[in-house]
């Protein structure tokens, strides 16, 4: 048993905690029920709760959202029209996210896999963040794609 300072009381029977709670106006609330005996703090609930609800957002904020990117990139796009998309993927991996990078085919492009692999291939090392594939490049709808995090 904990009172309201913080102070360990020891070991108390549920009706002598219930009636020290409720002598100083406060709630008896159940910190750790897995041990024996079970962990009792006097406390107001209210407060408690307040706490928990702090807690848990604090840890919220803490864990980072890695959420999957996409650059699109065409293989008959210009040389400087490639460095702009390279250029956002090294963004979007700087700030923790993975990257899908996908080469779109249209039309009779799509009959000459080999050379849409290669651009693919080509535009990778463009990506001036040091980086990992995570994925092999695969055929998939229309194009290749492949997924790339940040080295560690």
Known sequence: MIDADGKNLGVLSFGEALKKASEQGLDLIEVTS?????????LSYDKFRYEKEKEAKKQRHAEKVMELKHVRITPRAAKNDLEVKAKKAAEFLEEGHKVEVMIFLRGREKGNKEWGL??????????????VMTMEPKFAGRGFVTQIEKKK
């Open 34 to 42: 897995t041990v024996t005996p079970p962990v009792a703090r006097i």
């Open 118 to 131: 290669q651009k693919l291939k080509g535009f990778l090392p463009m990506i001036t963040v040091p980086h």
